[in-house]
Each structure stands twice: as C-alpha cells, then as structure tokens.
C-alpha cells in the first residue's frame, strides 16, 4: 500500500476486516476498535501512513459502564483524521501501552491515568503524577467526581463571606 | 560527576507562562530534564463539562493565553460540524481577519521574545510594540484586546465596525515596512544570530517520534504540512498564498520560517480585504431558543486549525443536552513541551535551555489547561 494513495480504507477492510466509517467533519473518519486488537491495528495504520498521532483522550460513558479511549491519528499526505476508539470496562480499566507505536503518547497516557485512572500496562512511568499536586482523590474527569462537594470538603468556608458590591460614587454637579 | 539540580522557571524571564524544568546539571551542561507542568492547571476540561455551549465562549479563550482565537475557531467549528450549519460566507472572511491578524501578534511577540534568552532586550520592546498596533485592531473589532470571543458557533458575534478596513491597511503597511528593519535588529544581529545559529537542532525523526507539527515539522521536514493547505478551513482554498519549508532545522530556520509566515499573512489580510463580500449576514443561530439553552445534537467530532505552533485541535463529545458531555483539548506544543524536553534538552547547556523553549514553541497554558 503507498501513502500517496486514498485507499487506506479499503486496504485495512481486506486485511483487518475493520470497517472505517465517515466522521461528521470532512476529511474525518472514526474507526471502532476492540480493546484486544487496538495495538495492532494502530501498528497497522501508521505504517499505513497515520504517522501522527494528535490526541489521545478518553470519555467517561457513566450510564454505560465503559471508558472509551481516542486515539486520535492524522495523515498528512492525505489530511485525514481518524478518530480510532475503544471501549474499556469502566470497573477495571486496563489497556496496553501504546508508547512502543507511538512514543509521544507517553504524555497523554500519563494524563489519562491521571484524569481518567485507566492504566496502561507495559509502561513503567504512567502513574507518575503530571498536572496535579498531591491529588488524594478520585481521578478527577470521571463523571462521578463533583468539583463542589471537593471543594467543600477540602477548603474551609471563608469566615467573612464575600460581597461583591458596586462601589457607586455619586456625581452632584 | 557531580549534579546539582537547577530549577527553570515557574518564573524566569525566559520562560513563556508559569512552566517549570526540574535540570540536573554538570558544570553548565544539562544531564537529565523534567518537565514540571501543572502550575497553570485551571481544569478547562472539566469546567467546559459543567457550563453552556455559549458559556464556554468566555472560558476557551483563557487556554492559549497568547493565541485566543484559535480555540473560539476550533470550538465554533466542531459546535457548526455537530450541528451542521452553515456558516455565512462574510463572516467565514471574518474569521480569516482575526486568525490571520491573531497569527502576526503572535509572531510578532516570538520573534521578539527571542530577545529575552539572547539578553538583547530591544527586540523585545520592539516585537511587543509592533504586537500592540494590532491588539488596537482587535479593541476596535471586538472590544477587547487579548480575549476577544469574537468568533462564536454559527459566525462571529457582531458585523466589522466602519472603517476597519482601512485602519487594517494602514496597520499592515506599516508592519510590511517595519519587518526588514526587524529582520537586521533581530534575525541578523550578531547577539542573536551567533546564539541561535546551528543551535538548537530538530531532526525530521524526532518530529515524527515525539509528533511535533506546525514550524517545527516544516523546518525539518521540508513538507508543507499546514493545516490550512491540507485541510483548507474558513477561505484558506481561496487566497493564495505560500508555505515556507525548510529541511535544516536549527532555532534560526525556524525564527526565519516565523519572519517568513507573516509576510504571508499580510498578503493574505490583503486578499481577504479585496476579496470578501461587502455586506451580508455574519452570524447563525445553531440552535433554536435562547442562547443559553442551545443545544447541540448528540455526537463527537476533532476539529483543528494551524495555530503558530502546529496543529491545535478540540475533540468534542455531545450528548445531545444543553452542555458539553466530554471536550479534550490538543494543545499544539504538548509533544515538543513535555517528552521533547524530557529527551532531546539534555545535551545543551543552561543558557540554551531558555532559546530552546522558545524557539520550540512551548506554551504553557494549552499544556496545563
């Protein structure tokens, strides 16, 4: 398969048997994964020519009981995004790492972990703490984390409550 | 061997944002490098979750703090793919002005902000000087000088003032005029070019390895992978106007590649001037009701645009309600700001490690957000 060529989808539907189905963008595909067949169908795109990997990100479906993770890919010679995702099980939320594919994930699985508590295994430094200081609870974009009742518990209510009041000067001529 | 560990930054005057690198240094050569990021964590994500679709036009601003525009762009176009409308075809020519306008101000502030760590502060003075001639345009555009919240879902909040353009062409001339005399005080000059040149290298591999995008992946790859070409947004596909490459890739290549993208811009703010509708519709509503209840329908979208660091994108997720389910920020100098200077600082030396933030392009708040 050459790079040059917009027949990525149809390759990967002949030799994966996955189907990559037009996302709601231009130029924008959105690719469903298993959980299991994730690493290699990454190593299969980017020899395919999704060199890049832009984003990797997660969603915190509650209702549903899953994560699922985005990994973001574009490929420039043709500048199409695939949005490639999987679906993890929110209870236990393990996937392999992706950084021997993509090296540059390694930032993004550390922020996942961090924000989201899915763990990458395979990777020796994604516990590492990266934006928060001391964090002592639940990783904080999941969607049964409440940043008020946080807040409440973990600041002392202002003695003196804060009025924001205009300061008006009256003018008499 | 001895290794002292040195702290650059939260606040150093090389240091672009409240972004700190814990150094392990031997003598003035740097050994190991961590990038501590986290002081400017303001949790956008999240609170982007917790407000209106329109409400959040006040918050993305704050997330580039140098270049706001382009999140409105990326959040207005992933709100207009969702919700499939059509943008008005003035307000599209709008929208060009202020990027393109928010592009030379950053530029502009860049290649005078390498005056800080060469210790030549004049140039400094002049690009913020330069920059602030068109922050004067956007007061006059939009009312505000660095969070403009000009471009919203569906347009831009309100037509162009009379006479802007005119004030546009005087800016743009006089900025044309200036950028040679820029050129020999900053690009040229022994202080600077003796610094940078040969300084600071970016190899193709590294670009593709850590996934670095924008100048830094054209100075060194010699494609023209700009968004604006691949992936025409706005009017790109309908102005002309020129990629600069280069496959050498050292901190001067790519100040030159900056020097070199503002001409284009002006001739692009020239284009757009001769070329945009003179009057029309700027704005659609999205959405039925009041603005503060839109909605928007149930899906996910990734929208980018060519920000002055590389490719700068918003993943957005709607459940269909009046606020966002999930938006993921991609902030274009995660790759180069955090795994870049963990792996490829080492090896330089303490004075360089301020030129290399700098001429990398690390922006601290799309890191944190």
């Given amino acids: 398969m050459t790079n040059s060529t917009n027949n990525w989808i149809e390759c990967l539907k002949k030799e994966t048997g996955l189907e990559a189905k037009e996302g709601t963008a231009s130029l924008q595909y959105v690719l469903d994964v298993d959980k299991q067949e994730a690493h290699q169908t990454l190593a299969y795109l980017k020899r395919a020519g999704f060199g890049q990997l832009s984003l990797l990100t997660c969603i915190d479906w509650i209702e549903q009981g899953t ?62 703490p990266l934006f928060l200081e001391r964090w ?25 409550p804060h009025v924001f009041k205009a300061n008006v000067v009256e003018v008499t001529e | 061997m001895k290794e002292v560990k040195l702290f650059l930054g939260p606040q150093h005057p090389g240091m672009h944002g409240n972004y700190s690198v814990h150094m392990y240094v031997d003598g003035d050569m ?50 207009e793919a969702l919700a499939d409308v059509d943008v008005p075809e003035r307000a599209h020519w709008i929208r060009m002005i202020i990027l393109e306008l928010g592009r030379l101000a950053i530029h502009m502030m860049s290649i ?37 919240m000009y471009i919203v879902p569906g347009g831009v909040r309100k037509d162009l003032p009379e006479g802007i353009l005119e004030d546009l062409a005087k800016v743009l001339d006089q ?22 040149k040969d300084n600071i290298l970016l190899p193709a591999s590294v670009v593709w390895e850590l996934g670095v995008t924008g100048i830094g992946m054209r100075s060194a790859t010699g494609a023209k992978n700009d968004l604006r070409k691949v992936k025409p947004y706005a009017r790109y596909d309908q102005v002309e106007f020129d990629v600069p490459t280069a496959t050498y890739s050292d901190a001067l290549t790519r100040m030159n590649l900056k020097y070199q993208e503002m001409h284009q811009s002006i001739r692009i703010l020239r284009q757009v001037m001769e070329k945009m509708p003179p009057d029309g519709p700027v704005r659609t509503a999205f959405s039925p009701g009041s603005a503060l209840r839109y909605t928007v329908p149930a899906g996910m979208v990734y929208t980018a645009v060519e920000s002055s660091r590389g490719e700068y994108g918003y993943f957005i997720v709607s459940d269909g309600k009046e606020k966002p389910y999930r938006i993921a920020v991609r902030g274009a100098s995660y790759a180069q700001g955090l795994l870049g200077i963990e ?8 004075d360089d490690a301020s030129i290399w933030m700098d001429t990398m392009g690390v922006c601290s708040p799309e890191i944190d957000r």
């Fill in chain 2, 112 to 148: 005078g902000g390498i005056g800080g760590p060469t210790g030549m502060y004049t140039a400094t003075y002049w690009g913020i000087a330069q920059r602030d001639l068109i922050l004067d345009l956007f007061e006059k555009i939009t009312g505000a000088r660095i969070y403009h």
């Fill in chain 2, 343 to 350: 792996k490829y600082l080492p090896g330089y030396r303490i």
């Fill in chain 2, 30 to 79: 740097i050994k190991k490098a961590r990038p501590t990021p986290g002081f400017l964590h303001r949790g956008f994500e999240k609170l982007m979750e917790r407000r209106f679709w329109m409400g959040n036009l006040a918050l993305i601003p704050r997330i580039c703090v140098v270049e706001p525009d382009i999140n409105e762009m990326v959040y207005a176009m992933g709100i």
């Fill in chain 2, 175 to 196: 900025l044309e005029k200036n950028l040679p005399e820029y050129e020999e005080l900053i690009l040229r000059h022994p202080i600077i070019h003796t610094r940078i």
């Fill in chain 1, 67 to 128: 994560f699922q993770l985005i990994f973001i890919l574009m490929h420039w010679e043709l500048g199409h995004h695939l949005i490639v995702r999987a679906l993890l099980d929110r209870e236990n939320p393990e996937f392999t790492t992706i950084t021997d594919i993509y090296p540059g994930a390694a930032y993004y699985e550390r922020e996942v972990y961090e924000f989201f508590g899915v763990h990458f295994r395979g990777s020796a430094v994604y516990q590492k």
């Fill in chain 1, 136 to 160: 002592d609870d639940m990783p904080p974009l999941r969607k049964d984390f409440d940043p008020q009742a946080y807040s409440d518990g973990k600041f002392p209510k202002r003695e003196h």
